[in-house]
């Protein structure tokens, strides 16, 4: 299962902060192939790789195998921002929210 999705979801991260597989690579100190290689499911990360393939995206690993957050690098900070709200505006950015998803 995660033999499939952790190359699928290398590559939507990769592309949702719109970085090229090359640069990616050589951000992480490794040979310009390496994400390719993984996407292209040549190879797999180590666990010490996927812990700096998530700190490169700004995730935790818990972040990156939630499967039903598909923006986890835009959300993550916003959670942080929500946590600063008393309920007052809680509730406003909730109401906003609904509005915006029933569309």
Do not use: W
């Amino acid at each position: 299962m995660y033999e499939e999705f952790t190359p699928d979801r290398i590559a939507q991260l990769r592309s949702q902060k719109g970085v090229s597989a090359r640069d990616m690579s050589l951000s992480l100190g490794q040979n310009e192939s390496y994400i390719n290689q993984i996407e292209n499911r040549k190879n797999l990360p180590s666990l010490t790789g996927l812990f700096y393939i998530c700190e490169y995206f700004g995730i935790t690993p818990r972040e990156f195998f939630d499967e039903g957050d598909p923006y986890p690098a835009f959300l993550a900070p916003l959670v942080e921002d929500l946590k600063k709200l008393d309920a007052a505006d809680l509730a406003h950015v909730a109401a906003l929210v609904r509005s915006l998803t029933e569309k």
